[in-house]
């Protein structure tokens, strides 16, 4: 059964600063690792799919990267804005019907 | 670009009563998901559909059931409301299984 976690629950930063999530996941057999944003009572917001076959992915300030062999991704932050503030949550997709089983989240605040 | 719609945006329903939501896909997604985020806590994957047929079924209690049309949109609907039901619902979609996954922007269930 797959089991995502996220470290740490809670991150506060300087407006500027570069910074890592971090995602692990208990099975190796990942069809894709999706990242998203969510803002307090808000929907989610696709930020980076990875699929299986990919190592990493980009957008903007945001790069994040997949390691199925130590079951961990990363998501990197460059530049961090006050807008950057947010609930950030990785999702595995570890089935052949795409369900996705999501971590708990990281709180993000990117103080002025 | 088209995002996925969902409605109502907010429900209030007493106990021991039914509600139904509706989803609205992404034009040409075929697949369709449902997710409970209950507060403070990360997304749980419901049930989903693939060109109108069930593809996976997660924590989604035998009181709910939901079902996906010819025209691609699915409806939730959910019998015997209790007060542990009140939560975010979420609708997803995608283009096939295994893509990327676009969330709609929740409907905010309260039993009371």
């Known amino acids: 059964k797959q089991e995502v976690t996220q470290i740490p629950a809670a991150l506060s930063v300087p407006e500027g600063e570069n910074l890592v999530l971090n995602c692990s996941f208990t099975?190796?057999?990942?069809?894709?690792l999706q990242w998203f944003r969510q803002d307090p009572g808000k929907g989610l917001t696709s930020l980076l799919l990875i699929q299986s076959s990919q190592r990493e992915q980009t957008s903007g300030r945001l790069n994040a990267s997949l390691d199925k062999s130590s079951g961990r991704s990363t998501l990197y932050i460059a530049a961090s804005q006050p807008g950057d503030s947010a609930t950030y949550l990785c999702a595995g997709g570890s089935s052949n019907t795409g369900k996705l089983i999501f971590g708990q989240g990281t709180t993000l605040q990117v103080k002025p | 670009a088209a995002g996925v719609i969902q409605s109502p945006r907010h429900l209030i329903k007493e106990k021991r009563e039914t509600a139904t939501l509706k989803c609205y896909p992404i034009?040409?997604?075929?697949?369709v998901y449902w997710y409970q985020q209950g507060p403070g806590q990360d997304p749980q994957f419901l049930i989903s559909?693939?060109?109108?047929?069930?593809?996976d079924k997660g924590s989604i209690p035998d009181r709910f059931s939901a079902q996906q049309f010819s025209d691609y949109h699915s409806e939730l609907n959910m019998s015997s409301l209790e007060l542990g039901d009140s939560a975010l619902y979420f609708c997803?979609?995608?283009?096939?299984?295994?893509?990327?996954?676009?969330f709609g922007p929740g409907t905010r269930l309260t039993v009371l």
């Open positions: 997803a979609s995608s283009a096939q299984r295994n893509n990327e996954q676009f």
């Open positions: 034009p040409r997604h075929d697949t």
């Open positions: 559909f693939y060109e109108k047929m069930q593809s």
């Open positions: 099975d190796s057999a990942i069809y894709n």
